[in-house]
């Protein structure tokens, strides 16, 4: 059975339910968790049934800020200039702390150096659809008509610098290929003439394409992650065919710099057991998200591999923000 997101939404009472564990110094009042996106989007959705689940297992309330703008930038301010006692913490991830380093000039905080990054939180790939016109049902059959016409093909994306354009960047790299990138404000545009034909082929968080793709209006041809997906594990992976290829959305639970350890490691600790709530696991993977704890020094060093591989994308992109 396929959970509508209100459907999800409304396990959010229960997930909030009387706490089961009380133990502890943390928390001992509500926590402001802040999302640096707008409300209604998945990152939304996503960040409040794990908020939902920390509250059953603290007992105390973790509530959802919203607080978007340049991509993500404004959020990610809050978060780093807050008090470091653990009672504002919020969503890091891909974007602010791996893409945006490269991408802007200038940014008013430090990705290594302004943030505590307590653990992961949730992995989503990209699906790359083609428009039902286009003549090409596997990622080999892709490849060999955009080489027979070099450039004569379009990829969209939700704008320049995201994962969705890296995703193109890579593909175009790793496949010897050449498409023109038709950037977005967003992906509901882009997949609006995904569907009507103005744009060949788009890289895209799961949800919004595989749902257009089971209503026949796209063709799916493979996700961006490593290995398959298991919200659609008939879809290949893009690395069974370039290998290595390999463009996630990932995100996770930070706090200003200098955050108590002992904080630090609870935060972390009560983040795994809300991951593995059986709950949680099926409202993120019907959201086409894998939930993906991670160790204190293992999110560390993941942000900056990440970072560094994905730099000389975004500067072979030239995606720059000033």
């Not at 794990?50 to 703008?69: D, H, I, K, P, W």
């Not at 653990?119 to 060999?144: C, D, F, K, M, T």
């Not at 409202?283 to 560390?300: D, N, V």
Request: charge should be neutral; proline fraction near 8%.
């Amino acid at each position: 059975m396929t959970l509508s997101r209100r459907a999800i939404l409304g396990l959010l009472p229960a997930l909030a339910a009387p706490a089961l564990a009380q133990s502890g110094d943390w928390p001992n009042r509500t926590v402001r968790y802040i999302n640096p996106y707008p409300p209604g989007g998945p990152t939304d959705t996503l960040s409040r049934l794990y908020c939902a689940r920390m509250s059953e297992l603290t007992g105390q309330q973790f509530v959802v800020e919203n607080r978007s703008g340049s991509g993500g930038n404004v959020g990610a301010d809050a978060i780093a200039k807050s008090a470091p006692d653990g009672y504002t913490i919020g969503l890091g991830g891909v974007a602010s702390h791996a893409i945006a380093p490269t991408l802007y000039r200038s940014l008013p905080f430090d990705p290594e150096r302004d943030f505590t990054l307590v653990a992961g939180l949730w992995q989503l790939p990209n699906l790359l659809a083609v428009h039902l016109g286009v003549a090409a049902r596997s990622v080999p059959e892709l490849i060999a008509l955009l080489k027979a016409a070099p450039g004569e093909y379009s990829f969209g994306s939700a704008g320049s610098g995201t994962t969705l354009h890296l995703a193109g960047e890579m593909f175009k790299q790793l496949a010897g290929v050449e498409m023109v990138h038709v950037p977005y404000r967003g992906s509901a545009p882009a997949q609006l003439d995904l569907v009507a034909g103005r744009i060949s082929m788009m890289f895209d968080n799961i949800p919004g394409t595989l749902s257009l793709s089971r209503q026949g209006q796209v063709r799916p041809l493979a996700v961006t992650s490593l290995n398959r997906s298991a919200v659609a594990p008939e879809i290949p992976a893009i690395s069974e065919y370039l290998p290595g290829f390999d463009v996630v959305s990932w995100t996770c639970v930070c706090g200003p710099a200098g955050l108590p350890p002992a904080v630090v490691q609870r935060m972390s600790t009560l983040t795994k057991q809300a991951l593995e709530s059986p709950a949680v696991i099926r409202a993120y993977q019907e959201l086409g998200a894998s939930p993906w704890w991670t160790g204190i020094e293992e999110i560390a060093t993941y942000r900056t591999a990440q970072k560094e591989r994905l730099a000389p994308l975004v500067r072979a992109s030239g995606a720059r923000v000033d």
